[in-house]
C-alpha cells in the first residue's frame, strides 16, 4: 500500500457531522408516574416494617389498618363530609390569595409608585409568621370560617407575588426598547412582553401556593372548626386513633401531590416554548 493510500485510510472524514449533546440536569422527560416511586417506596417499606413488627400498632397503625378504617369512614359518610368542607375553604383561600398575588405584582413590577407602596408592605408581610397572625384575625373577623380563608389567602399570595414580581423584574430592557421602537400601545406591552417573561415565576409561585394552602389549612381546622379533615385530627387525637389521623394525613398528602402535578401540566403546555435543560 502506497504512502498516499495510506493517508488516505486513516484521514478523518470532513463530511462526518459531529453530534454535540446537551448537557442535562436530569435524565430528560420524566413521566407523571415516575414521581410515585419514592411514595410506593415509603409504603413498601412502611408495609415491610408494620409485617415484621418493628412498629408500635398503636403508635403508627399497619397501612392496612388505615385503608380500612379510611374505608370505614368513607362508608359512613363521615370522610366525604371533612373533604367537601376542606375542598372548599382551601379552594375559596387560594383564589382570593391567587387574584391578590398577580394584581399585586403586575402593580408593583410596572409601577415605580406601586412598588414603592407595595413591594415593602408585602416583605413585611411576609417577614411576620403568618399563623401567628391568627390571635389577631380571630379578634377582627371572628372565629368562623372567614378567618381560616383569610389566613390561607395570605399564605397563598406572598409566595405567588414574590416570584411573579421577580420574574417582571427580570425581563430583559433588551426587550422593553424593542416595545418602545416598534410603538407598542400599553395593552400590547403587557401582552406581548410583561406576560410571558412574568409566567415562569408565576408558575413558580402557584406551586408554592398551591402547597401553603394545604399547610395552612391543617393547623386552621383544628381551631374551632366543626368538620373538615383538621378537625377529623383532632378529635382523633383525643381520643388515641391514631389510624384515623393517619388517614387525614394521607388524604393531605394526595391532595397535595395532584394540585401540584395539576399545577406542573398546565406550566408545561403554557410554557411548552421554553427550551430547558431537562427537556
Known sequence: MTTTEAAVTVAPAKDTPQVRRRRRLSPGRRLPAA???????????????????????????????VVRTGAHLWTDGTLPTDILTSLQRAATGFVIGLVAGVVLALASGLSRTGEALIDGTVNLNR?????????????????????????????????????????????????????????????????????????????????????????????????NATSGLGYMMFQAQNYGQSDVILVGLVVYGVFGLVSDSAVRLVERRVLSWRRTLSS
Open 35 to 65: 414521581r410515585l416511586a419514592g411514595p410506593v417506596l415509603l409504603l413498601a417499606l412502611w408495609a415491610a416494617a408494620s409485617a415484621a413488627g418493628q412498629l408500635d400498632p398503636a403508635a403508627i397503625p399497619a397501612p392496612w389498618t
Open 127 to 223: 417577614a411576620i409568621p403568618t399563623l401567628g397572625l391568627i390571635p389577631l384575625f380571630i379578634l377582627w373577623l371572628g372565629i368562623g370560617e372567614t378567618f381560616k380563608v383569610a389566613i390561607i389567602a395570605i399564605v397563598v399570595y406572598i409566595p405567588i407575588y414574590l416570584n411573579t414580581h421577580a420574574a417582571l423584574s427580570g425581563i430583559d430592557h433588551r426587550f422593553v426598547e424593542l416595545a418602545e421602537v416598534q410603538g407598542l400601545s400599553r395593552f400590547a406591552f403587557v401582552r406581548q412582553i410583561v406576560v410571558p417573561g412574568a409566567l415562569p415565576g408565576f408558575f413558580v409561585g402557584l406551586r408554592l401556593g398551591v402547597t401553603g394552602s394545604w399547610l395552612g389549612l391543617v393547623v386552621l381546622e383544628q381551631i
